[in-house]
């Protein structure tokens, strides 16, 4: 079975521009969350996604933006980047509400 | 205000050296405790749920309990492959988890 695969793997952006990552949950599962890990803060929630509607929002700034699909696939932006938006983004995909999610191998973001 | 503490921040073990990691916690809406494991460069890897004070739960040399506000992460007899960053997540509403920082395992040959 499949995992979660997250694309691309590395990403290397300039300040200002804006950035789409992707992920493909595991087959079946239908909520996809998004999380932003730095050596700092560690993993923050960013949002969550079930059947194409946001469930849930982390506190962070409307630069971050996600959508969900028919498929289940799921979708993140960031516009107008800012240094410190360089970060390990994970994506994780659950089957229940109450089970466990299993998360991809991130995409390494460097804003420079 | 939510809040998750894991304790210490680094541990250092020889191997088969047993220790125990903690995570204490405050969260609103809690629907279960879950542990992962994180390698570098890597997503986290699922370990296990607790719903109840008083759960356990075993994995190879890993045990995981919960008491109302604490869990704790038993490591028996530790190997070097076992080094990594352990993360304990309370689990919110639908699928938000608020992760702690971690604490991150080195096991000496």
């Known amino acids: 079975k499949a995992g979660v695969t997250q694309t691309p793997r590395y990403l290397i952006k300039t300040r200002g521009q804006q950035v789409t990552l992707s992920c493909s949950p595991i087959?079946?599962?239908?909520?996809v969350s998004w999380y932003q890990q730095t050596p700092g803060q560690g993993l923050q929630f960013l949002f969550e996604y079930f059947s194409e509607t946001q469930r849930n929002k982390g506190n962070f700034p409307g630069r971050f933006s996600g959508r969900q699909f028919s498929n289940s696939r799921s979708e993140m932006n960031v516009s107008t980047l800012e240094l410190g938006d360089s970060a390990l983004y994970l994506c994780a995909s659950s089957f229940t509400e109450r089970g466990e999610a299993f998360f991809g191998q991130g995409t390494r973001l460097t804003v420079v | 205000e939510d809040q998750v503490t894991q304790s210490p921040e680094a541990l250092r073990l020889q191997e088969g050296e047993s220790s125990s990691l903690n995570c204490s916690y405050t969260?609103?809406?809690?629907?279960?405790l879950f542990w992962y494991r994180q390698d570098p460069g890597k997503g986290p890897e699922f370990l296990f749920t607790l719903y109840s004070a008083g759960e356990e739960k075993e994995k190879e040399r890993l045990k995981a309990t919960l008491t109302k506000k604490e869990s704790f992460l038993h490591i028996t007899a530790p190997k070097p492959e076992d080094s990594a960053t352990y993360l304990c997540a309370p689990g919110l509403t639908g699928n938000q988890f608020y992760f702690g920082t971690g604490t991150s395992l080195t096991v000496i040959p």
């Open positions: 969260v609103s809406g809690l629907r279960g």
């Open positions: 087959s079946g599962h239908r909520s």
